[in-house]
């Protein structure tokens, strides 16, 4: 069971990492700027407004998709390491 965790949890880290490589800009929509406005946390740095409107606009830096493609691939090695149970 714990295999299995560790395999998805990586699984998901790794493919979103992949979509990072694909994407230049991510633009929020009216709900989702609401609900930052709250608090300014560390996702906040990586975050501008657009001018026209009141949508945010997230600007992944480049290492973060190998960052995140690293990450989940070490991930899913250390869930096929792991000892079976007997």
């Known amino acids: 069971m714990i295999r299995a965790i ?5 699984l998901f880290v790794a493919l979103c ?3 990072f490589l694909m ?3 991510m633009v929020l929509t009216a ?3 609401k609900t930052e406005e ?5 996702r906040g740095l990586f975050m501008e ?3 026209q409107s009141d949508r945010k606009v997230f600007n992944p830096p480049e290492w973060a998709a190998f ?5 989940g691939t070490v ?3 250390y869930s096929v390491a792991l000892p079976k149970r007997q």
């Open 31 to 33: 709900s989702a700027s």
């Open 6 to 10: 560790f395999f998805a949890g990586g």
């Open 23 to 25: 994407v230049d800009k």
């Open 38 to 42: 709250r608090t300014r946390e560390f």
């Open 75 to 77: 991930t899913m090695l």
């Open 17 to 19: 990492g992949t979509s």
């Open 49 to 51: 407004e657009e001018a």
């Open 67 to 71: 960052c995140l493609m690293s990450i």
